[in-house]
């Protein structure tokens, strides 16, 4: 079974940053299309950043330039690097595996933003 186990959240002030960390077990990573989506309450689990398989990246028009994702496929982790974050950015972060079968998320971790 696919576990996705994601660290790195917490509070910050706006202009600062934060890393985010999923840590996957339970298949081969290292084929698999992995994710990062947030959401907030009332609204739709939106994108923000994918990172495929050959390391190709698609990101969100509203993170484009502030985060970067990266993947270490000896590690079976995937991570969120973001900068200059803004109180728009206040969500839970989720991790995502889009694998050949299921698709599978973790748990989400908070990230707030706010001054």
């Known amino acids: 079974q696919v576990q996705l186990v994601e660290s790195g959240g917490g509070s910050v002030q706006p202009g600062g940053s934060l890393r985010l960390s999923c840590a996957a077990s339970?298949?081969?990573?290292?084929?698999?299309?992995m994710g990062w989506y947030r959401q907030t309450p009332g609204k739709r689990r939106e994108l923000v950043a994918t990172?495929?398989?050959?390391?190709?990246?698609n990101y969100a028009d509203s993170v484009k330039g502030r985060f970067t994702i990266s993947r270490d496929n000896a590690k079976n982790t995937v991570s969120l690097q973001m900068n200059n974050l803004k109180p728009e950015d206040t969500a839970l972060y989720y991790c995502?595996?889009?694998?050949?079968?299921?698709?599978?998320w973790g748990r989400g971790t908070q990230v707030t933003v706010s001054s």
């Open positions: 339970g298949g081969r990573f290292s084929i698999w299309t």
């Open positions: 990172i495929s398989q050959g390391g190709s990246t």
């Open positions: 995502n595996a889009n694998t050949p079968g299921p698709s599978f």
